[in-house]
């Protein structure tokens, strides 16, 4: 295995390092969310502001 690495050009090291990068990548890509998460969020967003204006509403109607 020695003779292997001694006959690498001295850019081997970066050539792994850019396969190392291009498989982690690779699996950042897998793990990425799909398309029904950024709707998801929307959907939760705009409920949470809902509940804030009718709260908002709530606690008006009490105090007059």
Sequence with gaps: M???REA???GGS???A???WQR?????DAAAPGPVAPLLR???L???MLAIVFLLFQRLAQIG
Excluded: C, N
């Design 24 to 28: 982690q990548t690779e699996v950042e």
């Design 8 to 10: 690498r050009p001295e």
């Design 2 to 4: 020695d003779s292997r």
């Design 14 to 16: 970066d050539e792994r």
């Design 46 to 48: 705009a409920l949470a």
């Design 42 to 44: 929307i959907v939760l």
């Design 18 to 20: 850019e396969e190392a």
